[in-house]
Structure formats: structure tokens, C-alpha cells
């Protein structure tokens, strides 16, 4: 059991742990009660959605809270989210908003932004009573759409955004820019903007290249291009990229993070730029990325032998 001080927070109010689950998942629903108990075991303070808790099988000294309300996370030190990429995607929303660090268990297949998986419940727990966790930030996207020269929306992306047409038989037709200046026009099934930390997440999947995610970069990738010149680009992380939409092409569409969706009309401008709020991440492990690339891939690495000694 900790003593009060780590019960306490640093002005001695008690400590309060957030915890967002998929509460469609069996799977997060059992981690969900294992993790509230041994939290409120140790003393801590355990808070949720209002409208999850119906599917949680949770004791009464949880603390419910409405999603609308303001400040959600307000008083909180930390956010547990049990899921998969759907559900730490949806954590991050919470995690930017609130700076309060997001520390994800991986209920999913691949869970990148996961620092733990389902067996490690138990050490999840403990790190989080002991404050045994280190916190990093993640550069994010800060995304503008104009259309006849007018701003008309605004949004952000921990992983990316992505252009898209809306036709299956029609391909769009943009034109990209990189700090003012144009690059390179074609038809395409869409243009995916990316941070490092989503170059294994959708601009993977279109053929992207994996970027460390310490290296500050943005990513620029095409989704099938018809064009000679279609190659993932990556740019310095204080550029500004965009992508337009041509006149006369299909409507497209822009999606941030796969949650968040907007219809681009023809002509339409995205501009995506280095995110002015990070989403803070927290570590378990000390592991390099190269070897969370290799076990999260599956990677063939047998033969190796290392550095000569």
C-alpha cells in the first residue's frame, strides 16, 4: 500500500486518475474494473464519463462527470485509456484539450500510441500509485481550410490529415505546396499529411516512410497517384504545407485522426502547419522505438548478431 504523501498530490489534495474505456470491448470492460480497484485500493481517486459508467461495472466512490461539462479532466493528473487506436485517438481529444498526460493500454492489434498492453494491468496500476512514469510530448498538426480565399473551419491531428475524394470513380485532382511555393499536381485517391508520430498509423499504409518520433519533421504522402512524380515528401517541422483542390475536380473530403470530417468543395485549400498544443504522452518503458517498431510489426529479426564486441 503507499503512504499519504503518494496518495496526496502536491498540495496535499487527494490524487485523481481520469479513465476512458471502450466500453464496447468485454475485454475493456474487465480491464476497466481491474484497474479502478487497484487504484482505489491504493487510495487514489478514480474518475469517468457519465455515460460509460452504466457499462462499467464500477463502485460507488467513483466520480462521474458529463462529457459536455467544462474542464472534464480538471484536477486530474493522469488518463488511462483502455482500447485500441479508435479509443486512444479518442483519449488524445481529451489529452490536448486538458494537458493532462495520456497513458494508453493497448486492447487493440497494433496500438503504436499504447504504452502498455492487456497483461500489464497490474504494473499499470503500481507505476501510477508510485508516480514511477516519465511524460514526452508529441508534435501535433494544426489544420485551416479556405475556400474563395475565406477561413471556413479549423481543426488539429495527433497522426494526420488526410485528403480524400468522396467518387470511387473518379480520382481528385490537386495541386501540392510546400511554404508558398508549388510542387506538384495529379490525380489521386487523397494526400495524407502527417507527424512523425502518425507515419506508422495511415501515411504508412499509403507507402510513407517511418519516421522516429523524435525527429521533428511533417509528412506529405500520396495515396495512388497518377503521376510520375508522386514520392512521400518529408519537410521541416516549421513548414507550412497544403493541398488544393482543383476547380472542376469531385468533391473531396478531409479527415483528421479518422474522427473528425469535413466536405471539401472544389477549390477548397487545406493548410496544415506544426501544432501550436503537443498531446503528452506517458512512458512505462525505457525501450527504444526501434524495438517497439520491430514487436508492434512482428518483424523478422532472427540471424542478427550485433556490434562486434
Sequence with gaps: MPGAAEC???DGAPRTVFLLAHTGRPAAIRSAELVVKGLLRCGLRVR???HEAADLPLPDSVELVDEQAPGPLDGCELLIVLGGDGTLLRGAEFARESGVPM???NLGRVGFLAEAERDDLDQVVDRVVTRTYEVEERMTLDVLVRSNGDLVHT??????????KVSPERMLEV????????????GCDGIVCATPTGSTAYAFSAGGPVVWPEVEALLMVPISAHALFAKPLVTS????LAVEVQSGTPQGV???DGRRTLELPAGARVEVRRGSVPVRLARLHHASFTDRLVAKFALPVSGWRGAPH
Design 8 to 10: 496526496a498530490g502536491p
Design 48 to 50: 469517468v464519463l457519465a
Design 103 to 105: 497513458l494508453g493500454v
Design 155 to 164: 481543426d488539429w491531428a495527433l497522426n494526420e490529415a488526410a485528403v480524400q
Design 175 to 186: 495541386v501540392l505546396e510546400i511554404d508558398g511555393r508549388p510542387v506538384t499536381g495529379f
Design 237 to 240: 517541422p516549421d513548414t507550412v
Design 254 to 256: 478531409l479527415w483528421c
